[in-house]
């Protein structure tokens, strides 16, 4: 069966690295995907990577994949307080998996 | 904006009408979703439509939910006898088939029954 699990909350300093870790359990996933959801409005697609590649680096976000551990992790280099929203990772194979998301709180 | 687009964005019933929410993809997307939020929660998908097939059927949903894409462009999910425990966010996707099949998100429609 398909299980995707995240830690519920994170709180950070600004300025700070967040890292947001999810471990998934379908092998077969081709590609994982990170979406950030804030109060009230839909979800964002951050990023995502190719299950055979073990880092993507776009801008402020990094996603580390270990296929070997199903786990995926979001580092997110020098926090924002725009950045505290819910972050949710993925798994696809047609339609998605979501996890039940993590918190991010920043304090400034 | 070419993104996707729900309408309504809230819709409050009362138990045992029925509801029908509207979504329109981006349009050049092949790929239709639906799925479900409900509070601290992540998404829990419904259904998804390739052109105007139906590929795949979650086995979660009642068969009080019909969804349809009649021309390969927009969708409309509908509830049918709606129970309280249908209150929840209903969110629309869509994509290319293909490549990395990225996901983009409408806005949702919320669902308050009563």
């Not at chain 1, 307080?81 to 998301?101: H, M, Q, V």
Request: net charge negative; proline share 3%; glycine share 8%.
């Amino acid at each position: 069966g398909e299980d995707v699990e995240q830690s519920l909350f994170l709180s950070v300093r600004e300025g700070d690295s967040s890292v947001i870790n999810c471990t998934y359990t379908d092998s077969s996933s081709t590609y994982l995907y990170w979406y950030k959801q804030e109060p009230g409005a839909g979800l964002q697609l951050l990023t995502y990577i190719f299950s055979n590649m073990d880092m993507k680096q776009d801008q402020r976000l990094t996603v580390l994949l270990n296929k070997k551990d199903k786990h995926l992790s979001l580092r997110i280099a020098d926090t924002q307080t725009g950045d505290s929203a819910i972050y949710f990772c993925a798994e696809s194979i047609g339609a998605l998996t979501f996890g039940s998301g993590t918190r991010l709180q920043v304090q400034p | 904006d070419t993104g996707v687009s729900q309408d309504p964005r809230h819709k409050i019933t009362k138990r045992g009408q029925n509801v029908t929410f509207r979504c329109d993809p981006i349009s050049e997307h092949n790929r239709l979703y639906w799925y479900r939020q409900t509070l601290g929660q992540g998404p829990e998908f419904l259904t998804y439509f390739q052109n105007e097939a139906q590929l795949e059927k979650s086995r979660l949903l009642s068969d009080r939910f019909s969804a349809e894409r009649p021309k390969g462009s927009f969708s409309t999910l509908e509830i049918q006898r709606t129970e309280q425990g249908d209150s929840a966010m209903y969110l629309c996707a869509s994509s290319l088939e293909g490549g990395s099949y990225e996901q983009y998100f409408g806005p949702g429609t919320r669902l308050t029954v009563t």
